[in-house]
């Protein structure tokens, strides 16, 4: 496989408290994901540590002025971005995202993103949405907001946890046609076809057809009223 | 390493705290235009300012028409493109900064908008600022302009976009 692989999980908490982001990314080291170096800027050249992450989300102080970090990781041959915001206003622009890019994948490096949405971390983490493509298709799907402005498309790999599958309803969901579609501790994991290498002719079809099933106003920037509002504050 | 003081509340404060001279603290917390002079200077010792990569087939030509400009031709080219497309896309120039000295050139209901007419652009400083904010962050660039992965990728984390100015007023997604 040639083109880069790009995971992407949006959480329902806020990743600005350095042990929780800490936690996040031991696990995702421990599945086979390590980081070098962390960093606000690029070229990332700070060695990883919990040190730098501490460093990086809390000098300055995050702030109603200053609510969010996004360091870059880097390790082999993936990339993590991370987008570590304190609870703002839904609309604000915020976002509690992690995202991974893998250049030059092999088969195991597919196998290993994938397990992400086959195990129990998302449900560890409060992971809400998440979703495992190409980097292209993620980009070609790609509409301007934030997961609480829209949805962001349908893709090869979709979690969606509970707070989706109860606005959006189980039922409308499980009746899509899609190659398989399994209920986790949490959510509910769909694959769109069957394997990521061998994507079917009519994948931008399908896209199309499930988005319209499920509501095109969900993938429109402010367009579903009931959109589930992440990591945002209540006050 | 460079020691950071805990007690900064700010990315200018740790400019000055760490000695930075006048025009690496342009370089390390403001953008262009907040510090022409300074980062003039960078420019024309062939240094790039907070990530951007000029164009030097454009520079020697501008610099060719103009040998007495003691403006860069890469800011001129930048504050050109810059101006265009803010009227084409009905668009505010912004004089106010963000927190760490940077200056988006509009903000426009609640978002950033920042124009860069280079080869390259990265995760600079200046993005750093502007995503910490909290704000969708849009990018406009050239139809010849890289657009580094880790910048595509905080981009679209933000919730913004990246347009690409094909030609006067005709803007398209950036395919990468």
């Given at each position: 496989?040639?083109?880069?692989?790009?995971?992407?999980m949006a959480f329902d908490v806020s990743l600005t408290d350095p042990a929780r982001l800490?936690a996040v990314?031991?696990?995702?080291?421990?599945?086979?994901?390590?980081?070098?170096?962390?960093?606000?800027?690029?070229?990332?050249?700070?060695?990883?540590?919990?040190?730098?992450?501490?460093?990086?989300l809390t000098i300055p102080p995050v702030s109603k002025e200053l609510p969010c970090r996004n360091?870059?990781?880097?390790?082999?041959?993936?990339?993590?971005?991370i987008r570590a915001c304190i609870p703002r206003e839904p609309g604000g622009g915020s976002a509690n995202i992690v995202?991974?890019?893998?250049?030059?994948?092999?088969?195991?490096?597919?196998?290993?993103?994938?397990?992400?949405?086959?195990?129990?971390?998302?449900?560890?983490h409060d992971a809400a949405y998440?979703?495992?493509?190409?980097?292209?298709?993620?980009?070609?799907?790609?509409?301007?907001g934030t997961i609480n402005d829209r949805l962001?498309?349908?893709?090869?790999?979709?979690?969606?946890s509970r707070r989706y599958?109860e606005e959006?309803?189980?039922?409308?969901?499980?009746?899509?046609?899609?190659?398989?579609?399994?209920?986790?501790?949490g959510?509910?994991?769909?694959?769109?076809?069957?394997?990521?290498?061998?994507?079917?002719?009519?994948?931008?079809?399908?896209?199309?057809?499930?988005?319209?099933?499920?509501?095109?106003?969900?993938?429109?920037k402010s367009g579903w009223e009931n959109l589930p509002q992440l990591a945002v504050s209540t006050e | 390493?460079?020691?950071?003081?805990?007690?900064?509340d700010s990315?200018?404060?740790?400019?000055?705290?760490?000695?930075?001279?006048?025009?690496?603290?342009?370089?390390?917390?403001?953008?262009?235009?907040?510090?022409?002079?300074?980062?003039?200077?960078?420019?024309?010792?062939?240094?790039?300012?907070?990530?951007?990569?000029?164009?030097?087939?454009?520079?020697?030509?501008?610099?060719?028409?103009?040998?007495?400009?003691?403006?860069?031709?890469?800011?001129?080219?930048?504050?050109?493109?810059?101006?265009?497309?803010?009227?084409?896309?009905?668009?505010?120039?912004?004089?106010n900064?963000v927190s760490?000295?940077?200056?988006?050139?509009?903000v426009e209901s609640g978002e950033i908008?920042?124009?860069?007419?280079?080869?390259?652009?990265?995760?600079?400083?200046?993005?750093?600022?502007y995503f910490a904010t909290g704000d969708v962050v849009?990018?406009?660039?050239?139809?010849?302009?890289?657009?580094?992965?880790?910048?595509?990728?905080?981009?679209?984390r933000s919730g913004g976009?990246?347009?690409?100015?094909?030609?006067?007023?005709?803007?398209?997604?950036?395919?990468?």
């Amino acid at each position: 496989m040639t083109e880069p692989l790009f995971l992407s999980m949006a959480f329902d908490v806020s990743l600005t408290d350095p042990a929780r982001l800490l936690a996040v990314l031991d696990d995702m080291a421990s599945a086979g994901l390590n980081l070098s170096r962390l960093d606000d800027i690029e070229p990332a050249r700070k060695v990883y540590s919990e040190a730098t992450i501490t460093d990086l989300l809390t000098i300055p102080p995050v702030s109603k002025e200053l609510p969010c970090r996004n360091p870059l990781g880097r390790g082999e041959r993936s990339h993590i971005g991370i987008r570590a915001c304190i609870p703002r206003e839904p609309g604000g622009g915020s976002a509690n995202i992690v995202d991974v890019t893998m250049n030059r994948p092999m088969k195991r490096d597919m196998s290993i993103l994938a397990a992400f949405f086959e195990g129990d971390f998302f449900a560890r983490h409060d992971a809400a949405y998440a979703c495992l493509d190409t980097w292209p298709e993620y980009a070609r799907q790609h509409v301007a907001g934030t997961i609480n402005d829209r949805l962001p498309g349908v893709f090869w790999l979709n979690w969606l946890s509970r707070r989706y599958v109860e606005e959006i309803g189980e039922d409308v969901i499980l009746s899509l046609p899609w190659f398989r579609a399994t209920r986790r501790a949490g959510g509910l994991t769909c694959w769109l076809y069957e394997d990521l290498g061998e994507v079917p002719d009519d994948r931008a079809e399908r896209v199309d057809q499930f988005e319209t099933d499920l509501g095109r106003e969900k993938f429109v920037k402010s367009g579903w009223e009931n959109l589930p509002q992440l990591a945002v504050s209540t006050e | 390493m460079v020691q950071t003081p805990p007690s900064c509340d700010s990315w200018s404060c740790l400019a000055n705290a760490t000695g930075l001279t006048a025009a690496g603290k342009c370089l390390w917390a403001s953008d262009v235009s907040d510090c022409a002079q300074a980062a003039g200077q960078a420019l024309m010792l062939g240094l790039s300012a907070e990530g951007d990569t000029p164009d030097p087939e454009f520079d020697a030509a501008a610099d060719e028409a103009s040998p007495a400009t003691p403006v860069p031709s890469q800011l001129i080219r930048g504050q050109k493109f810059e101006k265009e497309a803010l009227a084409e896309l009905g668009l505010s120039k912004n004089t106010n900064s963000v927190s760490g000295g940077s200056i988006p050139d509009a903000v426009e209901s609640g978002e950033i908008w920042e124009f860069k007419d280079v080869k390259y652009q990265t995760m600079s400083t200046q993005f750093r600022n502007y995503f910490a904010t909290g704000d969708v962050v849009n990018l406009v660039v050239n139809p010849d302009t890289v657009v580094s992965n880790p910048l595509q990728g905080a981009i679209f984390r933000s919730g913004g976009e990246i347009l690409v100015r094909e030609a006067p007023g005709v803007y398209d997604g950036y395919q990468g």
